[in-house]
């Protein structure tokens, strides 16, 4: 053979490969095939790199041992999740009833995307139970869309009553499980169908990451979703899937600490004359803290609270005093951040009435000390504004 044929057929890689405590990164959309019988032999073997190789088998191997599942399909990010299950198990007649809470760009895909293609789309309140919910599913529903707790505002949901309540009328229900991260709370032991959650927050933990996931139980809807993703085209690279399985090896560690600390600045925040109320449901008679305490092992580092009562340029100059809180919407991350919530309330159908600006932190993994005195920061700022 020439030079030119051998460089490209020399250095393939060693078999067997050395064993490492992650897997191999496989930078790869060809896969080669033992023989001609095996090209076409999709269900025995990965015939074409875009439907993952090594790091992403062993990312589903290890979601599907955390969520308790029979499957796990992989999305380029947390929306694609949400959007990729619920496109592949509705068709158009069909029709999805959604919590009013919904996180807002899944809101504007149900409102946009889902009505173009003729799938029938309403919202309920996140205070429904499960009887009133089911009065108001229609002949045309297929799915109910939960999320709990509600990313912004917190309110949960009974979610194993909902889902058996579904379960027993033919309907199915996906979850927005990102809060408690699958760790926390685990939706398909308590009857849910499909189990999203967006990887890129407390799975990925270092806000670098994009990804997402969605966990079901049942072998049909293992196929469904899969052959969603397939037909789609939708694929997450190597290294993406390996950062992910890496933040998977110690996402117990971190929430735990995520939660201590979320606890003491939800205390504090508490006792504040400058705060109406805390969202956080590990507080005595906290919205949703009944169910909390029942279906969840504990709390991440996400949680709101109210600020008095004031004039709207003092929510800016709360926020804007923040040194070690960054603004910015995502969370889960080594990071703590703040955001005003208010704009993103208008949307929905039932706003509920807090009291006072509403403001979502994300508590980090910084000493609470400091954040404690950054928060001290932002209210000497909106104290002074009026």
């Known amino acids: 053979m020439t030079e030119e044929t051998r460089l490209i057929h020399s250095g393939l890689a060693q078999t067997p490969l050395a064993r490492t405590v992650g897997p191999p990164i496989q930078r790869g959309s060809t ?7 095996a090209l076409y032999d999709h269900e025995a073997q990965v015939t074409y790199g ?37 496109l592949a198990v509705l068709k158009s007649g069909d029709e999805v009833l959604v919590v ?29 139970d499960a009887e009133a919910l089911m009065a108001a599913c229609g002949p045309a529903t297929r799915l109910i869309l ?39 709370f685990k939706p398909l032991d308590h009857g849910v169908d499909i189990s999203v959650q967006a990887l890129t ?12 996931s969605a966990a079901v139980a049942e072998e049909s809807l293992v196929r469904a979703l899969d052959d969603g993703v397939l037909n789609i085209g939708w694929a997450v690279s190597p290294d993406d899937a390996y950062q992910m399985l890496r933040g998977l090896r110690t996402l117990p560690t971190r929430m735990a600490r995520h939660d201590a600390l979320a606890r003491r600045l939800a205390t504090w925040l508490a006792l504040r004359e400058e705060v109406g109320q805390v ?27 109210t600020l008095a009562p004031g004039k709207p340029h003092a929510t800016a100059a709360f926020l804007d005093a923040l040194q070690v809180f960054g603004l910015g919407f995502s969370w889960g991350g080594f990071e703590s951040l703040a955001i005003d919530c208010d704009p ?5 159908l039932s706003p509920d009435a807090y009291g006072g600006p509403l403001i ?11 954040l404690i005195a950054d928060l001290e920061r932002g209210f000497s700022a909106w104290r002074a504004a009026f």
């Open 50 to 86: 875009r439907q993952g190789l090594a790091a992403q088998s062993a990312l589903i191997a290890a979601l599907a041992e955390l969520e308790n599942a029979q499957g796990v399909t992989l999305y380029p990010s947390g929306l694609a999740a949400l959007t990729g299950a619920l």
């Open 279 to 305: 969202l956080h449901p590990a507080l005595p008679g906290a919205p949703g803290a009944e169910i909390w305490r029942r279906d969840y092992s504990g709390a991440c580092g996400l949680f709101a609270f």
């Open 344 to 348: 993103q309330l208008s949307g929905r």
């Open 146 to 184: 939960l999320e709990s707790p509600g990313s912004l505002s917190f309110e949960f949901q009974d979610v194993p009553a909902i889902a058996a309540a579904a379960r027993s009328r033919g309907l199915l229900t996906l979850i927005d499980n990102t809060w408690a991260a699958g760790l926390l």
């Open 201 to 212: 927050k407390y799975v990925g933990g270092h806000s670098d990451v994009f990804m997402g």
């Open 360 to 370: 979502r932190l994300h508590v980090g993994l910084e000493d609470p000390d400091d």
């Open 31 to 37: 896969v080669l095939l033992p023989n001609a019988a």
């Open 100 to 128: 009013d809470t919904i996180y807002k760009p899944t809101r504007r895909f149900c409102d946009t995307v889902l009505r173009r293609f003729g799938i029938g789309v309403r919202y309920y309140p996140a205070s429904l």
